[in-house]
């Protein structure tokens, strides 16, 4: 696959039935039972092209609520006003648009009012008047600074976070090409998460638990919602080879140049590991946790000096 082949995109569509087996069932449960009485406000930071929104839509988790989608990047937020009228249409559900960026996905069950946000995380949260009841981030918290960023992010919420996917420090290839040097790259494409200028950490899942409770929440649920990924009689399920692919892509953007490896070393094993796709053998396990929290009190405070 050509590097200009690679589509963010294209990727996040990718990996919906990747995430679709990962979520934990029993935060996905604790989250239906703790829901408030709907219509609901639901916030999403970190967005992507909407695959959570026609998740809870699809399993019906939802049925009335305004549903704000926030991603800083504007090919996702394009991508997702368009996309929207396919998988409701799939749902059954008919569409109306309200402008460039507002939708409606309704039928005579449903109804959900969608407004696409592009905007910086922070700078949608100095702006927003209206807490959600339910704040979503999904696979977005191990890339922030931690724990500075959780009480600006809870403050987007009166009710519940549902926070997903959040990566913790185990990547698994499989079959081993070279033991130490696959272990060599997992190490290093971990540190790379966690020098990144804009934040980030590769054990977010386990240091979580206590962010959360510094950040002065109750713990509902936790588990684990790691990625699997292998081939059955030779084939990957729906487009879970090119969502392989792209992890390698990562691989290579993060890990090519670095001073502990040698370039031409990197470049046989992505071609062997890429060879393994193409052959249906190569499985792919990375650990991550989710969480179901709400804030103790009625909220989470921010203090001004954390608003800046």
Known sequence: MKAREYSFPRYLLSKQSVDDRALNKDVLSALKA??????????????????????????????????????????????????VKAWAEEAGLSVERGGENHARVFDTRREVRIRFERADV??????????????????FLDLLPMPESLPKLLSLTKGLAWLTVNFDGVTTFEPTIDAALDAQIERLYHETMDRRATGGDSRSGRHLFGYL????????????????????????????????????????????????????????????????????????????????????????????????
Not at 130 to 139: F, M, S
Not at 230 to 252: D, K, Q, S, T, V
Request: no cysteine; proline share 3%.
């Open 34 to 83: 703790n829901l408030p009485p709907q219509p609901l406000r639901i916030i999403e930071v970190g967005a992507g092209v909407g695959t959570m929104l026609r998740r809870l839509v699809r399993w019906d988790v939802i049925q009335r609520a305004e549903y704000v989608m926030v991603d800083e990047m504007a090919e996702n937020i394009a991508y997702a006003s368009e996309w």
């Open 122 to 139: 922070f700078d949608f949260i100095r702006k927003n008047q209206t807490p959600a009841d339910l704040l979503v981030a999904h696979a």
């Open 213 to 308: 409770r510094g950040a002065g929440t109750e713990l509902l649920a936790a588990g684990a919602s790691d990625w699997v990924v292998y081939a059955r009689n030779g084939r990957y399920a729906e487009e879970e080879a090119y969502f392989l692919h792209f992890i390698l892509h990562f691989f290579e953007e993060s890990l090519m140049g670095h001073g502990e490896l040698d370039e031409a070393v990197l470049a046989d094993w992505l071609n062997a590991r890429r060879a393994q796709i193409e052959r249906g053998e190569l499985v792919y396990i990375a650990h991550q946790m989710d969480f179901l929290v709400k804030p103790i009190g009625g909220g989470v405070r921010i203090m001004d000096t954390e608003r800046k």
